[in-house]
C-alpha cells in the first residue's frame, strides 16, 4: 500500500462519509446558508437605501439651510437698510429739533439783550434827569443867592403858569 494511492475500501468509505456529510449539508445547511446570506444580502440593501435616503434628506436639509441662510441674509440686509434709514430720519429729526431751538435761544437772548438795552436806556435817562436837576439846583443857587433875583425867578414862574392855563 502506498500513501499516494488509498485502498478501494478506504476509498469506498470515505466516498461514503462525505456523500452523507454533503447529503447533511445539503439538506439542513447549505438552505440555512444561503438564507443567511439572502438575508444579510437584505439587511445591506436594506442599509444602503436608508444610506441614500438620508443622504437625499441630508442634501435637501442642506439647501434648505442654504435657502434659510439667503432669506435671513436678507432680512438681515433689509433691517440694516430700515436701521439705517430709521438713524438717518432720526439725525434729521435731532437737526431740526436743534435748529429750532437754537431760533428759540436766539430769540429769547434778542428779547433778553433788548429788555436789558431799554432798562439801561431808561437807567441812563434816570441818571441824566437827576444829574441834570443836581446841575441845575448848583446853577440855581449860584444864580438866586441874593433873594432879589430869587423873587424875580419866582415871579416869571408864576406867569409862566399863569399863561399856560
Excluded: C
Excluded at 50 to 62: G, H, N, P
Excluded at 85 to 103: F, Y
Excluded at 111 to 138: F, T
Amino acid at each position: 500500500m502506498s500513501l499516494l494511492v488509498p485502498d478501494s475500501g478506504l476509498l469506498f468509505w470515505m466516498l461514503i462519509a462525505f456523500g452523507a456529510v454533503f447529503f447533511v449539508l445539503a439538506k439542513f445547511g447549505f438552505p440555512m446558508i444561503t438564507k443567511m446570506l439572502n438575508e444579510r444580502k437584505g439587511y445591506i440593501d436594506e442599509s444602503l437605501e436608508k444610506a441614500r435616503q438620508a443622504t437625499e434628506r441630508l442634501a435637501k436639509v442642506e439647501s434648505e439651510i442654504a435657502q434659510m441662510k439667503k432669506e435671513a441674509h436678507a432680512e438681515q440686509s433689509k433691517l440694516l437698510a430700515q436701521a439705517q434709514e430709521m438713524r438717518a430720519q432720526m439725525i434729521e429729526k435731532s437737526k431740526a429739533d436743534a435748529a429750532v431751538e437754537g431760533q428759540k435761544m436766539i430769540e429769547a437772548a434778542r428779547k433778553e439783550i433788548a429788555a436789558e438795552k431799554e432798562s439801561a436806556i431808561r437807567d441812563i435817562r434816570r441818571q441824566v434827569a437827576l444829574l441834570s436837576v443836581q446841575i441845575s439846583e448848583k446853577v440855581l443857587r449860584k444864580d438866586l443867592e441874593e433873594s432879589k433875583e430869587q423873587m424875580a425867578l419866582i415871579d416869571r414862574m408864576l406867569d409862566e403858569i399863569n399863561d399856560n392855563k
